[in-house]
């Protein structure tokens, strides 16, 4: 299937076709959330997502996952611009499930910590593996999980909560003691 018959499956994903460039316009309840421009570079695409001015190399062939992940975390992304502190919080553990980015990619189930937010979606996270990467919300896949068993928590009324131990998160956890944690066991 190719990116042109995907987009026209959904009403609220448009395409506009500029010269050397495409412009993906995601929308929720007729408002615009995210925006991609897809520009072709050799066998890639170069792309950048709003409006978290982020620009990532991606294969081709990833293309249509990430437009479909984009899609499929409206309601989330919707959530987190409007309130995106509300649900991540400095300190919490996040594992990658899939990051868009050729050049330099986490690898899926690398584990990281939270060290800030900024207000366009973006989490600054201190992956297991020494480096600082963003995930972006809403375009990134990813999981909280539990700082004790690190099985993955969901989101209910006020709190995460650990789907297998049943802690609620941890607030009170040091995040000091959590990077160094987390580096020692690489
Ligand atoms: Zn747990």
Redesign the pocket.
């Known amino acids: 299937m190719n990116i042109l018959e995907i987009i026209n499956k959904y009403e609220d994903i448009k395409l506009k076709t500029l010269k050397s460039k495409m412009i993906v316009t995601f929308y929720s309840e007729d408002k615009i959330y995210k925006i991609l421009e897809i520009q072709k570079q050799k066998d890639n695409f170069k792309v950048a997502i709003f409006p978290n001015k982020i620009k990532k190399i991606i294969k081709s062939e990833e293309l249509e996952d990430l437009i479909l992940s984009i899609k499929n975390q409206k309601i989330q992304t919707n959530i987190n611009l409007e309130n995106i502190k509300k649900y991540y919080k400095t300190g919490q553990k996040v594992r990658l499930i899939k990051m868009y980015d050729y050049i330099a990619p986490i690898q899926p189930l690398t584990t990281g910590i939270i060290e800030y937010i900024d207000d366009v979606g973006t989490l600054h996270i201190l992956w297991k593996d020494g480096r600082r990467l963003g995930i972006i919300v809403g375009v990134d896949e990813f999981e909280i999980i539990?700082p004790?068993?690190n099985?993955k928590m969901l989101f209910k009324e006020y709190d995460y909560f650990?789907t297998?131990?049943s802690?609620k998160y941890l607030e009170f956890l040091d995040y000091e003691e959590q990077q160094k944690d987390i580096l020692n066991k690489t």
């Open positions: 539990c004790i068993c099985s650990c297998k131990c802690k």
